[in-house]
């Protein structure tokens, strides 16, 4: 099928929502496992519970008695009420992580209770724009707004009463979930499915263009792209190869070749430039740790400019930490999706 679409079906019983482009698996999302799994942006009310003090940190008992681990709890003490917000999925059994510094997030504005202020995204770079939106949004804050505001680069061309409508209501949103601090662990705000993430996050499209129902991936031609994602294996081009595989501790990858007639370079540079989507189709994130064939030192720049710009435009943050001494590219990176 040609074109962008946008396909949402079941997969094991699991919603989920693939992203598509002439075919293509551009973005893949699916739901969790269980149904009372914590998602990542989700909010709760809940009771802090025991601090680690080695690690700087306390759980927190969540709605029916799953407990998240909070980092930086200085000040905190068992017993009390807290509003957190999860930010990592839950993987291997350990808790999710949690954030007393919620966001709000929707698809033309983010609010922040805890980071004052009004900012327009950078990438908004038509200044009658820019000025169209400060107005916008001033006139719906009013003077000494009590939360900050952003607004995304998906405000671009769209349209102002759209964009109105959504700083409102996500506006009155914070201000209500913030203002219930008092009471027994709840759920507050769930976080994103796969319908609520497309809305937020993929190009606005036609409602032809939007493709659903238990067929809905074999439709868009992906649904083999889709099954592939559950193997380690990655095709690089002749002769090469790329593992991607899942430990308790971390992500491993392994690139190799098996005599192909492309370079260690290029190989290695194929690799860099796909890692990112790789990983975000199959949600992984924590710590990866990738395995480049063999190759003089001096080109490893070339290598550290490819990651850089590959993890630069994917939507999930990574934090690129180097080389070890052992020749291995380390590299952190947020688990903020579902893991398939």
Not at 54 to 82: E, M, R
Not at 200 to 229: C, N
Request: a neutral charge; aromatic letters at 6%.
């Amino acid at each position: 099928m040609k074109g962008m679409n946008i396909a949402f079906s079941q997969l094991e019983g699991r919603s989920a929502g693939a992203l598509v482009e002439d075919g293509q698996l551009v973005d893949f999302v699916i739901a969790p496992i269980s149904g009372n799994e914590p998602i990542p942006g989700a909010i709760y009310r809940g009771t802090v519970g025991q601090t680690l003090k080695g690690l700087n940190g306390a759980f927190v008992t969540l709605d029916n008695a799953q407990k998240g681990f909070l980092k930086l709890s200085k000040g905190l003490s068992p017993g009390k009420t807290i509003i957190v917000q999860v930010t990592t999925s839950a993987e291997n059994g350990k808790a999710p992580s949690l954030t007393q510094r919620v966001i709000f997030k929707s698809k033309y504005v983010h609010v922040t209770p805890f980071s004052p202020g009004l900012n327009i995204s950078r990438k908004i770079k038509n200044e009658e724009v820019r000025g169209n939106l400060r107005i916008m949004s001033e006139e719906i804050l009013g003077e000494n707004p009590e939360f900050g505001m952003i607004m995304r680069s998906s405000c671009i061309d769209a349209d102002e009463r759209e964009i109105s409508s959504d700083i409102k209501n996500t506006w009155k949103l914070a201000q209500i979930v913030m203002r219930d601090g008092k009471g027994d662990p709840e759920l507050l705000l769930d976080g994103a499915d796969p319908s609520d993430y497309a809305w937020r996050e993929w190009p606005e499209l036609s409602s032809a263009s939007i493709i659903t129902g238990e067929d809905a991936f074999d439709k868009v031609g992906v649904y083999e792209q889709i099954e592939a994602l559950s193997q380690s294996y990655v095709k690089l081009g002749e002769g090469a190869s790329m593992f991607i595989e899942i430990t308790k501790a971390m992500i491993t990858v392994d690139v190799n070749s098996i005599g192909g007639v492309s370079s260690a370079l290029n190989i290695n540079l194929k690799a860099a430039e796909v890692l990112p989507k790789e990983l975000r189709l199959r949600g992984l994130g924590g710590q990866v740790v990738i395995d480049f064939i063999p190759m003089p030192k001096n080109l490893r720049k070339k290598i550290d400019v490819a990651l850089s710009k590959a993890f630069k435009i994917d939507s999930v943050e990574s934090s690129l930490v180097g080389w070890t001494q052992m020749g291995l590219f380390e590299l952190q990176r947020k688990r903020e999706r579902v893991q398939l």
